[in-house]
Nanobody
Framework: QVQLVESGGGLVQAGGSLRLSCAAS????????MGWFRQAPGKEREFVAA????????YYLDSVEGRFTISRDNAKKTMYLQMNSLKPEDAAVYYC?????????????????WGQGTQVTVSS
């Protein structure tokens, strides 16, 4: 079991930055991949970024590549999403997710555990 809690969301002007965090609470000794997803009103939840257990492999949605950076600190059991040059279309509820094992998925079906989400609002 992995419990996930996101933080760091808020209101920011277009062009600004935010850093999301996802703290994992777990007793598992198994490695787990992690990812970020987002859901805007009236839209389906979409993949944003994912990272392998070691942190050496990362994957991004095309529209955030170069603006967002995913990272993790396994000692702190925390994953981060640094979001720069934010655009109004980035506004959404951001969810973190985890999947036991080494495989890194870029779709929802690949993840077993989900946080409650944190709201990101970008004003134009």
């Amino acid at each position: 079991q992995v419990q996930l809690v996101e933080s760091g969301g808020g209101l920011v002007q277009a062009g600004g930055s935010l850093r999301l965090s996802c703290a994992a609470s777990t007793r598992t000794v198994r490695p787990f991949a992690m990812g970020w997803f987002r859901q805007a009103p009236g839209k389906e939840r979409e993949f944003v970024a994912a990272i392998s257990w070691s942190g050496s492999n990362t994957y991004y949605l095309d529209s955030v590549e170069g603006r967002f950076t995913i990272s993790r600190d396994n000692a702190k059991k925390t994953m981060y999403l640094q979001m720069n040059s934010l655009k109004p279309e980035d506004a959404a509820v951001y969810y973190c997710a985890a999947a036991l094992g080494l495989h890194v998925a870029t779709n929802e079906r690949g993840y077993d555990y989900w946080g409650q989400g944190t709201q990101v609002t970008v004003s134009s």
